[in-house]
């Protein structure tokens, strides 16, 4: 009697205990792992993934879309970031030229991509790609780094989502250079179809007018942005 009693519980302990293993190994792997995953590694893709960063990436199938090094320094900067409030994760590529959809928002929890769309670089950060990045006021460039989303108001440029940058020296500027995120005319695929590039913001990345309002009030109030070239 005393045997059958105390054999389920030690399964369930060691099953608890298998759970709680895999999971700080996961994570912390996520930060020191040195394994990366790119579209041409067929053997890697073909196996499980091995820690947590490549579990969302696998699952939200972000594979061929946006680029893994990449991904894996935006959730660090998410997982990094103590102001964040909601497990969205925005990623925009700047290495891209501006007419690829190189705005992505990701939703940590669900594991799933949510938006993939254009996004507008500063007018004296380039003309069809961005190659010049800066913090100062008045530079009309784009700004790289960690953001982290704040709230909405109705300005010069319609509906749009105040930012705070929290990258020291690269983009903590944000709030003094009326940096948000808005819709824009300029930002249509209207508008690469007819100049053969997207318009340009005064450093704002400004998005399609279709879709500015439902992203700013999905990523709205502590989402994470992170911003690279």
Not at 92 to 110: G, H, Q, W
Request: aromatic share 12%; with cysteine.
């Amino acid at each position: 009697m005393i045997k059958n009693i105390i054999s389920p519980l030690w399964t369930f302990a060691f099953i608890a205990t298998l759970a709680f293993s895999y999971n700080a190994y996961s994570e912390t792997e996520l930060l020191s792992s040195k394994t990366e995953l790119s579209p041409g590694n067929v053997e890697l893709k073909a196996e499980a993934p091995k820690t947590l960063v490549e579990l969302i990436y696998h699952r939200a199938a972000l594979d061929g879309v946006v680029d893994f090094q990449l991904f894996k320094e935006a959730y660090i900067a998410y997982r990094k970031t103590p102001e964040k409030k909601k497990p969205l994760l925005t990623i925009i590529d700047y290495s891209k030229p501006s007419t690829d959809k190189r705005f992505y928002v990701i939703d940590l929890d669900k594991k799933s991509l949510m938006y993939n769309t254009y996004v507008s670089h500063g007018v004296n950060s380039g003309a069809k790609e961005a190659t010049a990045f800066s913090n100062a006021i008045n530079s009309r460039k784009t700004s790289l780094g960690t953001f982290v989303t704040d709230t909405t108001y109705y300005g010069s440029n319609g509906y749009s989502l105040r930012l705070d940058g929290l990258s020291r020296g690269v983009n903590d500027n944000a709030r003094e250079r009326y940096i948000v995120v808005h819709g824009a005319d300029y930002a249509n695929e209207s508008f690469i179809k007819k100049n053969g590039y997207l318009g340009r913001s005064w450093g704002c990345p400004a998005l399609p007018e279709a879709l500015s309002k439902e992203i700013i009030d999905t990523i709205k109030g502590g989402s994470v942005i992170y911003a690279s070239s």
